[in-house]
């Protein structure tokens, strides 16, 4: 471990693992992961990175269809330079350049070949004032998402 300040996403590693031993076969995680997340989209969207191009357009429509905003950032591999190490695998943070993707990048890691999105919810978790369905304070996004994901998938959608 590089950063003790990033150990949110160890954990995040350790359930992705367990989910994929119980044969889930789409993941999508939630988390105030980075603050750098809040630098690069301030409070207007969630930021979403992840493995599937498939997987992140239907969380991004049942982000359209429920109210809430995704920004899909780029998972180029360019940015696995950021979190190799010389000691070990991979170190969990790749420093200021890129934060929430090479957090994501991490993550993904331990997804492996399921199909999975990370939701970086740091700056939509807290709203400072209260606008449409938003109320102030605590925002509950990306919730009625992923109810939307759920029943989509549910209908084949």
């Not at 076969?25 to 498939?54: E, H, Q, Y």
């Not at 492996?112 to 740091?122: G, P, S, T, Y």
């Amino acid at each position: 471990m590089i950063n003790t300040d990033a150990e949110g996403r160890l954990v995040l590693a350790d359930t992705l693992c367990y989910a994929r031993s119980l044969g889930l076969t789409r993941l999508v995680d939630v988390a105030t992961l980075t603050g750098a997340i809040v630098v690069t989209l301030g409070k207007a969207c969630t930021g979403m990175m992840g493995n599937s191009s498939k997987l992140a357009r239907e969380v991004g429509a049942a982000g359209e269809r429920s109210g809430e905003r995704f920004w899909e950032l780029p998972m180029l591999e360019d940015y696995r330079d950021l979190i190799r190490s010389d000691v070990a695998d991979m170190k969990n943070s790749g420093g200021r350049q890129a934060g929430s993707i090479t957090a994501a990048m991490l993550l993904r890691e331990f997804a492996e070949d399921v199909d999975w999105v990370h939701l970086d919810i740091a700056g939509t978790s807290t709203a400072s004032s209260s606008k449409g369905h938003l109320v102030k304070g605590a925002t509950g996004v990306p919730t009625r998402t992923l109810a939307q994901l759920a029943i989509n998938l549910a209908n084949g959608n």
